[in-house]
């Protein structure tokens, strides 16, 4: 107990006294989260958008402010005569332009169908699918307010839990789950394998402290400073960038304990296969990379081929991401979490006990 | 009588190569026993199997009573080490090293604070150690070494090469602190490349190439081999062993 505790105490001090160690674990976080919170956005909004409204009439005009309400489109007067429309695409001028041909408002007052041209900017398939589908709505709403028809099916949509579709809410909770393994497992890899390069690993081996303690020594201090840094992230998530947190914190905190249990395991692992920092670096680096690109971070699982998916399965940040995102956005409890909690219980205990059996005191 | 060490027929190799070969030794309670021999002599490979850190390929040892082979951890309580490389936290104060290897060691708050204190009059580290380890010129850090070692009072010591590259004048001083210890009844274990340094051991095992090749008191050994300084015995004995293969 005395020995786990002189570690502890040891492993603080020497962070403390390390300034670069110190600007890794609180501030190149701190960055992340600012970088990728307003950087990695899917939100579709402010679309410049060119209007060619060749019918100029009172109901031509009431279509374009339809698409000029809201945040999404911003129409402008284009630059270019239709004949050259694809100039303005080229040159990003616009990614959207609406085309009101000039008989549009005759053939509606004739009680004829009418259509318009919606021109859109596919690079981006994402935004472009988002772009129609806001488009679609408009369309839908001017329609129903011209026709004093029934339309015969009306969608009334709710979306739950991030209604504003902010990607911000999603990327928050994403990103504390990321921090959490990154920090985690590189710190008990590189904190071991720096001993065993300077040689104090030899000396504290020749020591009667047990594996265990040992374990215990250098794994606490990483796990507290871990939760510390979720703890920054999540009131910087809340604060800054007013991100709701509808559900337990408590569930929260104590799911990402059962967590570290596995990322402070890989790190032990790491470390017992490491001689060097750059190997324990690289190793690190390679296992965080993996389980963030398979976790469903950015990309949906669902997105992914079959076999991916599979493989994702033996992701355990996979678990942990849903995790946060659960108790965060929908609320959810551990009565809703409980697979995923199962199967982070597994991972844990599997990894952390294989780890410490592996590490042995002898050289 | 009890022995401080013993080894029967001590052996560890890595892979084809044998680094510690057949070795037979006995070391006496409170006796400064010194290893002498080239570098890849097999001097640390046999310390740190004395030591528990490296199992054996076969042979057997013991260590202050228990076996090295399965009472590993028994011996570390009872054993100081000194690794050749400098082992204390260089980003930590002499004091802060000392706190911690004293309570990996188990001392208690207060014990700890009495030793270090103990140590610290016995060593003459008062003037520097509150000062960051790593600043430190080597020859005060080998002496906070030595404390570091001493701490917990252990009956055997092993230093392995506790003076490399520490000045001459130095190393004499260090060698006092030595004698101090063993006069304390401590028994000492010390690898050394320096051959005036062997002369201040009791008995002396030079080892090459894994093997002992001669053991014994200094200045008999000496005298055995019609010598008269122990540089020229070395070199005689390396000599011969190298021609018998």
Known sequence: MRSIWALVRKEFIQVFRDPVMLRLIFVAPLIQLFILGYAVNFDVKLIPTALYDFDHSQLSRELARAFSIGEYFVVEKPMLPLQRIEDGFRRD????????????????????????????????????????????????????????????????????????????????????????????????????????????????????????????????????????????ALALGTVWFKIPFVGSKALLYGLAMIYLLTTLGVGLFISTLCRTQQQAMFFGWFFTLFAILTSGFVTPIENMPRIVQHITLANPLRYFMKIVRGIMMKGAGATDLYPEIIAMIIFGIIIFTSASLTFTKRL | MPKAIETHNLTRAFGDFIAVNDVNLTVDYSEIFGFIGPNGAGKTTLIRMLCGLLTPTAGSGKVNGFDITSQPEKIKRTIGYMSQRFSLYRDLTGRQNLVFYGSVYGLSSKELRARIDEVT??????????????????????????????????????????????????????????????????????????????????????????????????????????????????????ATSNRTG
């Open chain 2, 121 to 238: 009059s016995e060593l003459d580290l008062g003037g520097f150690i509150d000062r960051l380890t790593g600043s430190l010129p080597i020859g005060w850090r080998q002496r906070l070494a030595l404390a570091a070692a001493i701490l917990h009072r252990p009956q055997i010591v092993f230093l392995d090469e506790p003076t490399a590259g520490v000045d001459p004048a130095y190393r004499r001083t260090f060698w006092e602190l030595l004698y101090e210890l063993a006069d304390k009844g401590t028994t000492l274990l010390v690898t050394t490349h320096y051959m005036d340094e062997a002369e201040f051991c009791k008995r002396i095992c030079i080892m090459h190439q894994g093997r002992t090749i001669a053991m014994g008191p200094p200045r008999e050994l000496i005298e055995k081999h019609g010598e008269t300084d122990l540089e020229a015995t070395f070199i005689k004995l390396i």
């Open chain 1, 93 to 232: 001028r616009y990614r959207v332009a609406l085309v009101i041909p000039e008989d549009f408002s005759s053939k509606i007052e004739s009680g004829e169908q009418s259509a318009v041209g919606f021109w859109v900017d596919g690079t981006n398939a994402n935004s472009a699918g988002i772009a129609i589908g806001y488009a679609g709505n408009i369309i839908q709403g001017f329609n129903e307010s011209h026709l004093p028809l029934e339309v015969p099916v009306e969608m009334r949509q709710k979306v739950l839990y991030n209604p504003e579709g902010k990607t911000i809410y999603f990327m928050v909770p994403g990103i504390v789950a990321t921090l959490l393994t990154t920090i985690t497992v590189m710190l008990t890899s590189m904190a071991i394998v720096r001993e065993r390069e300077a040689g104090t690993l030899e000396q504290v081996m020749v020591s009667p402290i047990s594996t265990q303690a040992f374990i215990l020594g250098k794994t606490i201090p990483f796990a507290i400073l871990g939760f510390a840094e979720i703890s920054v």
